[in-house]
């Protein structure tokens, strides 16, 4: 039975999404294109009708899963991002957790294609974290930007260090626990900041 565009287009999604998280989990050099395609349900004949290489999933592979990381930011401030994404339910969870913790390290590895797709990923989720605390001008915008960076890389940093870890460590829990509050209570809204600074020129 000839498949339909829209089956075929439904099939390579679904081995995306499948590598995404078999990748999160076992890192892209632990997942053989065989093993890959019959996760999905495939057979491994059909991986080079979808795609030109592995290379190739790796970056859409890579763009899924930092998409799905950014819905988590969609409609939530930096705060509320940070709390969620330094929770032990987000460490534990490895396969469907945080594309940047768990391949930032490979990435750096991998061919340029893999790195653009996570550059793209991480400048979109700036993008979305940045949204609540829009600001009014280039100088605002640079500051913001700035400690949207620092935010997220504190963030990925501390939730690799935690899965580092031993799951039962005492250490993993404190990581996050520390990290979280350092970045939580680090954060001063912009809007809070302008406000001090327009009564500052009043006074």
Same mark, same amino acid.
């Given at each position: 039975?000839? *498949?339909?565009? =829209? @089956?075929? @287009?439904?099939?390579?999604?679904?081995?995306?999404?499948?590598?995404? @998280?078999?990748?999160?989990? &076992?890192?892209?050099?632990?997942?053989? *294109?065989? %093993?890959?395609?019959?996760?999905?349900?495939?057979?491994?004949?059909?991986?080079?009708? #979808?795609?030109?290489?592995?290379?190739?999933?790796?970056?859409?592979?890579?763009?899924?899963?930092?998409? #799905?990381?950014?819905?988590?930011?969609?409609?939530?401030? /930096?705060?509320?991002?940070?709390?969620?994404?330094?929770?032990?339910?987000?460490?534990?969870?490895?396969?469907?957790?945080?594309?940047?913790?768990?391949?930032?390290?490979?990435?750096?590895? @991998?061919? %340029?294609?893999?790195?653009?797709?996570?550059?793209?990923?991480?400048?979109?989720?700036?993008?979305?974290?940045?949204?609540?605390?829009?600001?009014?001008?280039?100088?605002?915008? /640079? &500051?913001?930007?700035?400690?949207?960076?620092?935010?997220?890389?504190?963030? *990925?940093? =501390?939730?690799?260090?935690?899965?580092?870890?031993?799951?039962?460590?005492?250490?993993?829990?404190?990581?996050?626990?520390?990290? &979280?509050?350092?970045?939580?209570?680090?954060?001063?809204?912009?809007?809070?900041?302008?406000?001090?600074?327009?009564?500052?020129?009043?006074?």
């Amino acid at each position: 039975m000839k *498949v339909t565009k =829209a @089956q075929a @287009q439904a099939n390579r999604a679904l081995v995306v999404e499948t590598a995404s @998280q078999l990748f999160r989990e &076992r890192g892209f050099d632990g997942v053989g *294109v065989a %093993d890959l395609m019959a996760a999905a349900g495939f057979t491994h004949g059909g991986f080079y009708k #979808q795609f030109g290489s592995k290379a190739d999933l790796m970056a859409e592979a890579t763009a899924c899963g930092i998409a #799905q990381t950014g819905a988590l930011a969609e409609g939530v401030d /930096a705060a509320e991002f940070v709390r969620h994404y330094l929770s032990r339910e987000h460490r534990d969870n490895r396969a469907t957790g945080c594309t940047m913790a768990a391949l930032g390290g490979d990435a750096a590895r @991998q061919p %340029d294609s893999v790195r653009v797709a996570f550059e793209d990923g991480v400048e979109n989720l700036l993008a979305l974290l940045g949204r609540k605390g829009a600001s009014s001008g280039p100088a605002d915008a /640079a &500051r913001a930007r700035a400690r949207l960076i620092d935010v997220l890389s504190h963030a *990925v940093g =501390a939730l690799v260090l935690s899965r580092a870890c031993p799951d039962d460590s005492p250490l993993a829990d404190e990581i996050l626990t520390v990290c &979280r509050d350092a970045i939580l209570g680090s954060q001063t809204p912009l809007g809070t900041e302008r406000a001090k600074a327009r009564k500052r020129k009043v006074g």
